[in-house]
């Protein structure tokens, strides 16, 4: 059975993370994957996680939720991420369900 979702994509700042994680409680997002060291070139210049001069680390995280919830973490979000960078994307998706859910 598939359920319809909204697939959310952010890359962040490592050290932005914590409070990333903050918002996702207050919204009840139970569930995402993170990916440390995530490389790429965006309005914050080259990230490239193995060089040793460039200390700042980027993050991108997965999430499957809500359109409710997509729409809330954006609203949270995208005012830090104007001043900070970073990308924010949002598809929609099929949850393929299994045991448990975790949206």
Do not use: H
């Not at 979702?5 to 409680?25: G, P, T």
């Not at 040793?52 to 954006?74: F, R």
């Amino acid at each position: 059975m598939l359920v319809p979702l909204k697939r959310v994509e952010i890359v962040i700042d490592e050290d932005d993370f914590e409070e990333f994680q903050e918002i996702c409680r207050a919204i009840n997002i139970r569930g995402y994957t993170y990916i440390s060291q995530a490389g790429g070139f965006g309005t914050r210049g080259n990230r490239r996680p193995n060089d040793m001069s460039l200390p700042e680390k980027n993050i991108l995280v997965i999430i499957a939720c809500t359109e409710d919830q997509a729409e809330t973490l954006a609203k949270n979000i995208s005012s830090g991420m104007k001043e900070k960078g970073g990308i924010f994307l949002i598809s929609d998706c099929d949850w393929v369900k299994g045991p448990k859910i975790s949206y």
